[in-house]
């Protein structure tokens, strides 16, 4: 693999012309080279995979600090230049799958440098273009990576190769953050250290939650957290749409549901606040969240925190205390209209909803009822037969005392720790499951055990691993879960509210794809360096809303 240094129109490097034509002949020449778009021999091998180890070239370069880090790296002494004259280049068979994200690409560079890229179908990649093709060079690396993992290959050119259009996008997030590493003084290029990774997720679902029942959030925050999140390469936002807001007496003050429908029969269902989101509102999330590899998690709370629908539907509701001993107000589970009622929720927004999982809620129930587990265990498996009906995998709130009566092919989000291992062991009792412990909970207002301040990052990236390491019965992912309960009673800021935020989110998604790095002499990297490749990623391309607000930087 050859270093080339492409010139542009005011730049002479080394031997280069000054002049803006001859440069772009020189451009053009180098267009007519051979194609070596082919795989190159690390592409082809399974040096990186297998334990193998790796002759390593002198002046070979140093694993690239992006984050999340990478999971292997054979570095080379090549550069690969991306300048204002490089292409997007895609095969043509990958011309109408890879379009979308070519787009973004090429959207984000143009966010980061000014550069607008062409993209070019079926024509051989050349000299300082960027290639992504679906053409994994070796079958055991195809099998390694997944939906989701990428290799990245940078020589004379840079090459992405993927099984989906999602790892593509995550190894192009690996990529824009190599550019800003090597990007020059003036602007005018971006040196790509040369070598090859391997790259690919430790957990299958990488989340973050908002909770915009209890504090309304506006679209752009949203539409912010989607672009921030993705440049970390979490993959799930949960967004939990109702609940009620109590006083410190425990009296319901406020009842929330974010959805707005126009269909006169939910017009009751309706926050205090009159902030909600409508279905344009909603398509934009989707849209937005399609091409940054989001899925968008939405989350009606059918269960327990159901105020919002009991203040739609009195005639179903049950009072008493709740397993805390506060009293409170719930939907009547143990009535079957309350089932033929919320099903008809669903019904009215599942239209809204493009992902293959929704959340259903399912925790924090009147101590009456967690007294009667299999009338609990009827009316969640009920609620989630259906919603399977319409294709659709449903998630819970773990409720241990229900646990026998659930039916297995729910998705079980684990919060209930309490300082125990595990209790009970969802994967040996044949669930899948997500870890949410409260140790990664951020709760404004709350007492210091729920980070009302925030996680500092190097606490997320040295504790303990709450996910246990990857195996049979290991999760399949985890979250970091923002609580509003005190915005009502504390109000704060979306400003407030991100600086609580913004410092969790980068090694959030360190930790869940590839944990604590570990450099070439066995050594674990220091959070303070990754801190230093966060402080100059920042939020990502085009996430703008609170540049005033700077992720923290060593």
């Known amino acids: 693999m050859a270093c080339l240094l492409v010139c542009v129109a005011t730049l002479s490097l080394g031997g280069c012309g000054g002049g803006g034509e001859d440069s772009r002949a020189s451009a053009e020449a180098n267009r007519a080279a051979p194609d070596v778009s082919a795989c190159t021999a690390l592409e082809s091998g399974t040096a990186l995979i297998d334990g193998n180890p790796l002759v390593v070239p002198a002046g070979a370069h140093e694993k690239p600090l992006v984050v999340p880090t990478l999971r292997t790296?054979?570095?080379?002494?090549?550069?690969?230049?991306?300048?204002?004259?490089?292409?997007?280049?895609?095969?043509?068979?990958?011309?109408?799958?890879?379009?979308?994200?070519?787009?973004?690409?090429?959207?984000?560079?143009?966010a980061l440098t000014g550069w607008t890229l062409p993209i070019v179908h079926g024509k051989p990649a050349a000299p300082g273009d960027v290639l992504l093709s679906r053409q994994v060079c070796n079958a055991n690396v195809q099998g390694l990576i997944g939906e989701e993992g990428y290799t990245l290959d940078a020589g004379n050119l840079v090459s992405i190769r993927a099984n989906s259009p999602r790892g593509i996008f995550y190894g192009t997030r690996t990529l824009l953050q190599m550019m800003l590493l090597g990007k020059s003084a003036d602007?005018?290029?971006?040196?790509?250290?040369?070598?090859?990774?391997?790259?690919?997720?430790?957990?299958?679902?990488r989340a973050l939650q908002l909770d915009v029942a209890r504090k309304y959030l506006t679209p752009a925050f949203i539409q912010q957290y989607i672009r921030f999140m993705s440049w970390y390469k979490l993959n799930t936002l949960h967004l939990y749409l109702n609940d009620g807001v109590n006083d410190p007496s425990g009296k319901v003050t406020a009842t929330q549901f974010r959805l707005a429908s126009d269909n006169p029969a939910f017009a009751s269902l309706k926050p205090t606040d009159g902030l909600a989101y409508t279905r344009a509102d909603w398509d934009g999330f989707e849209d937005l969240a399609a091409r940054h590899a989001v899925e968008i998690l939405p989350e009606i709370e059918s269960v327990g925190?159901?105020?919002?629908?009991?203040?739609?539907?009195?005639?179903?509701?049950?009072?008493?205390?709740?397993?805390?001993?506060?009293?409170?107000?719930?939907?009547?589970?143990?009535?079957?209209?309350?089932?033929?009622?919320?099903?008809?929720?669903?019904?009215?927004?599942?239209?809204?909803?493009?992902?293959?999982?929704?959340?259903?809620?399912?925790?924090?129930?009147?101590k009456s009822v967690m007294d009667q587990p299999s009338a609990v265990g009827t009316y969640i498996n009920g609620l989630a037969s259906f919603l399977k009906k319409n294709g659709k995998q449903v998630a819970i709130w773990d409720l241990p005392t229900v646990e026998s009566y659930y039916d297995k092919s729910l998705l079980v989000f684990r919060w209930n720790f309490e300082g125990t291992t595990s209790t009970p062991l969802w994967g040996r009792d044949g669930f899948q499951y997500l870890n949410s412990p409260h140790e990664w909970y951020i709760v404004?207002?709350?007492?210091?055990?729920?980070?009302?301040?925030?996680?500092?990052?190097?606490?997320?990236?040295?504790?303990?691993d709450q996910s246990l390491n990857p195996g049979d019965l290991a999760p399949i992912g985890g979250q970091l879960s923002n609580w509003n309960d005190q915005a009502l009673n504390s109000p704060y800021s979306e400003a407030t509210l991100n600086h609580i935020l913004k410092d969790s989110v980068a090694p959030f998604g360190q930790i869940q794809w590839s944990g604590q790095d570990v450099g070439a002499g066995g050594q674990v990297t220091p959070y303070a360096r990754i801190q230093q490749s966060i402080g100059r990623f920042q939020y990502g391309p085009d996430a703008t809303l609170f540049v005033t607000d700077q992720l923290t930087g060593q």
Do not use: C
């Not at 602007?187 to 679902?205: E, I």
């Not at 049950?318 to 589970?333: K, R």
């Not at 055990?449 to 040295?462: A, F, M, Q």
């Open 444 to 464: 404004p207002g709350a007492p210091a055990r729920y980070n009302p301040n925030g996680i500092p990052g190097e606490s997320l990236y040295d504790a303990p």
């Open 187 to 205: 602007g005018s290029s971006s040196a790509v250290s040369g070598g090859y990774t391997v790259d690919y997720p430790r957990y299958g679902t």
């Open 73 to 110: 790296w054979q570095g080379t002494p090549d550069i690969a230049s991306v300048t204002p004259l490089s292409r997007i280049v895609l095969a043509q068979s990958d011309a109408s799958g890879l379009q979308p994200v070519a787009m973004q690409l090429v959207a984000d560079i143009k």
């Open 305 to 366: 925190h159901t105020a919002a629908l009991v203040a739609a539907r009195p005639d179903l509701a049950a009072a008493g205390p709740n397993q805390y001993g506060s009293e409170t107000v719930m939907l009547d589970i143990g009535n079957p209209a309350s089932l033929a009622y919320v099903e008809s929720v669903w019904s009215e927004f599942l239209p809204w909803f493009r992902s293959s999982r929704v959340h259903i809620g399912g925790d924090e129930l009147l």
